[in-house]
């Protein structure tokens, strides 16, 4: 069974930890070099699924798990190499690792949406779009705490960082041994806001339409409905505030921290209050 396959990547992740217990800026090598063995691995296993089934709907539960998991993974890679912040890994893996562990012990069946009756095509980029966004707000999430924590380390002249042996610092991971660099880390941040935008709005307006066709009305308003576009509604204040007046640093990873936690509230509110409206029976 293909679902054996999950656990390839996921041994390459848990086992990458193991070199950082020697406290060696050579085995820090070592440890990326099993991250990316893993993504490897993930996205081998990502494309027999496309060669076998493709992207089609209704879905099996845990391949939905693990294209959420591919696809966070894919875009923390995309900017690890880019911004040279490889450590973010670091962060990130543990969370992929969890995703695919349960996508390999989820039920082997079908989310059949109950949308499945109106156009495959747009629910199914309103799936994708909507899962492309999520990761880069959660890639979001995860540097805000990380700068969060550096300034607070700053202010009581420390330092965030991996590991220290006798005083010799990761310089290659941590910028010349001075910590996470701060105005970095708000870049990705920022990055990660108006890239994710577009797409969580698009799949947001996807959303509320297929509903609508649903229903055959857009007066009706669900709950799912309203969560969603509060959620939309504090990313677009938080990208202003960043574009119009300037907002950077603490404040502004506090938003995104906000924001995010928001989103897995309106997730959990979806799934385990309306799960006949994505499927799950």
Known sequence: ??????????ALYIF???PLLFK???MYKVFVSLIYAGFAFQTLIFFIFLSIKGLTVPVHIDRFVFFNAWILMFIVVLFG??????????????????NLLIGFFVPHVHITPVMLNVNKTILLTHIVLILIGDSLFALAFIVSLIYIFQERKIKNKKNLKLFDKKGIQLKEALHSGGGYNLELLD?????????????????????IYLSGSLSRTFMAVKPIEIMSLITWLIYAILLHERVA???RGKRAAIFSVAGF???????????YLFPAFHGLK
């Open 187 to 207: 870049n990705i941040n920022y990055q990660c806001l108006k890239i994710g935008f577009p797409f969580i709005t698009l799949g947001i307006v996807m959303g």
């Open 1 to 10: 069974m293909l679902k054996e396959l999950y656990l390839i990547p996921v």
């Open 16 to 18: 990458s930890y193991i």
């Open 245 to 247: 007046k300037g907002l």
């Open 81 to 98: 190499l880019f911004y040279k912040v490889e450590y973010v890994l670091l962060y990130i893996t543990p969370l992929v690792a969890l």
């Open 261 to 271: 936690l928001l989103i897995l509230f309106s997730l959990s509110f979806s799934f």
């Open 24 to 26: 060696d800026k050579k």
